[in-house]
């Protein structure tokens, strides 16, 4: 059996895990290719007007896959907790999938106010491809271990970078709009080719992130949005800028951004991303706000040259 895993949503969360999990178990799969015009051409088809982008590519890779797997994974997420809850897509995705491609996916469901625990959904995905649960648990925190080993290595590394010397930007969007080779990948490699430092929302420690996105706004019940906003209130004081990167029409995300932005006391612009842009526009606004940066920098420098008597 080989198992398909599209690249898009859950995939920027729970990608790595996937793939040890079923390494561990000697399962084959296999990815859908990294998001292209083909395959967001697929999504629009397949897609309503009012789905998200991130929606839209979603479901281009569901069908780029189909017919070439045995089956394909799509988890049901729908909480880790009270006010922890995720976006209406994750929750729905799977039966989106299930009535738009006529497939019975390979599905979990995470709802922790119901005890359907994280274990609990590989357990289940074990038991569906005939692993008995011990089999199926080894793997899972072989796993955990792993990917955890990994992201520690990343969240170190993003934490070093605050204390660049260069120009330093925190980028604010969900993995799955960040990474993605058709919405953030350009943006970010733009940013890299302009000397900036990027410093990555999405790479700190979520139990500090959560918390602090609470600051901001206590009554924020979306988990990636807590971490999101907790990021700012994490960094705020140690960039010169920040950029929010969202994939049109978010509801969340228009909602949350715009708690933030009368929060933010430094520069920062929003970049809403949709499947008919053209980089040329963004990079207009991205060189813009890069030149707002760094003529910041060097008042700031100016200014403490004289207030230390000169050179």
């Given at each position: 059996m080989i198992v398909g895993i599209p690249r898009g949503l859950f995939y920027y969360y729970q990608g790595d895990l996937w793939t040890h999990f079923f390494d561990a178990l000697g399962v084959s799969y296999m990815l859908s290719e990294e998001t292209n015009r083909e395959i967001i051409?697929?999504?629009?088809?397949?897609?309503?007007?009012?789905?998200?982008?991130?929606?839209?590519i979603y479901l281009g890779h569901i069908a780029s896959l189909k017919g070439k797997c045995d089956i394909i994974l799509v988890p049901r997420i729908d909480n880790y907790g009270n006010k922890n809850q995720t976006c209406t897509n994750f929750l729905a995705a799977c039966d989106i999938v299930r009535n738009l491609f006529l497939i019975e996916p390979l599905t979990y469901n995470i709802n922790y106010e119901k005890m359907?625990?994280?274990?609990?959904?590989?357990?289940?995905?074990?038991?569906?491809?005939?692993?008995?649960?011990?089999?199926?648990?080894?793997?899972?925190?072989?796993?955990?271990?792993?990917?955890?080993?990994?992201?520690?290595k990343m969240i170190s590394k993003n934490i070093e970078a605050l204390h660049s010397k260069k120009t330093k930007v925190l980028v604010v969007g969900h993995p799955y709009n960040l990474y993605d080779t058709y919405i953030g990948k350009p943006i970010l490699d733009f940013l890299k080719k302009n000397n900036i430092e990027i410093i990555h929302s999405y790479l700190f420690h979520e139990n500090i992130t959560e918390e602090l996105g609470t600051k901001m706004q206590e009554q924020l019940y979306f988990k990636y949005s807590k971490n999101l906003m907790g990021s700012i209130v994490l960094c705020e004081d140690k960039v010169d800028g920040i950029i929010f990167l969202t994939?049109?029409?978010?509801?969340?995300?228009?909602?949350?951004?715009?708690?933030?932005?009368?929060?933010?006391?430094?520069?920062?612009?929003?970049?809403?991303?949709?499947?008919?842009?053209?980089?040329?526009?963004?990079e207009t606004r991205?060189?813009?706000?890069?030149?707002?940066?760094?003529?910041?920098?060097?008042?700031?420098?100016?200014?403490?040259?004289?207030?230390?008597?000169?050179?």
């Open positions: 051409d697929l999504g629009m088809h397949y897609a309503t007007d009012e789905m998200c982008l991130s929606m839209k359907e625990t994280e274990e609990e959904a590989f357990k289940k995905i074990g038991k569906e491809l005939g692993f008995d649960e011990e089999t199926s648990l080894r793997a899972y925190h072989n796993a955990i271990t792993s990917i955890n080993y990994q992201r520690q994939a049109f029409p978010c509801g969340i995300d228009s909602l949350v951004n715009e708690l933030a932005f009368h929060y933010i006391k430094i520069p920062h612009i929003d970049i809403v991303v949709d499947e008919l842009d053209s980089m040329v526009g963004v991205l060189e813009s706000f890069i030149d707002v940066l760094e003529g910041k920098d060097r008042h700031e420098k100016n200014r403490n040259v004289s207030a230390n008597g000169g050179l």
